[in-house]
């Protein structure tokens, strides 16, 4: 598959590197080819810096890993998305999000052409998205939005990343619950001190 991945931080990256170690083609969408972060990525097989738009046209896939605050802007400057799917896995955290919206989907939602976008890879930490295997037993990841077609690449790029399942949690009402889902994880993470390396799993009786 044929993915552009927009924001090279710590989540960005990370699925890049198992997108790419998985046998996927990336592309980064950078402002500069030569000098941006995550440039270390361009050492692994598959993975090439292109112009944000240049990346963008030439993926199947395009996922948001960039600071809420600016979604709608980055989602603006994606150029033609017509047909796209769009994985967002960013979070308002504390109000901080983009302006005139309660979620980062919705911003997307209304300021590309893609009608398949979903939220995915946002509910756990980069940490957990580089090694996502606990004594031997993967974590779990979620999705929602109403795409099913979004909904069904984000499960099989979850699978791709390691995890051991991407459990369907609803369509594009559920935005703002996976993001709050993101803050418990945080929550509990930072705030009552329990680390970074904690991690989900859904049990089934």
Known sequence: MKIAVIGTGNVGSALAEKWADAGHEIFLGVRDTANFKGKELLKLKGVTALETKAAVAAAEVILIA???PVAAEVAASLGDTTGKVIIDAMN???GRGPAGFKS???AILAHTQARDVVKAFNTTGFNNIKAPNYAGTA???FVAGSS???KEIAKRLALDAGFAACYDVGGD???ELMEQFAFFWINLAMMQGLGRDIA???LKR
Request: proline share 10%; glycine share 4%; aromatic share 10%.
């Open 92 to 94: 308002v955290v504390a």
């Open 66 to 68: 960039a600071p809420a």
């Open 139 to 141: 974590i779990d990841a």
């Open 200 to 202: 989900f799993k859904l």
């Open 173 to 175: 009402d559920k935005f």
């Open 104 to 106: 980062t989907a919705p």
């Open 148 to 150: 099913a077609r979004g």
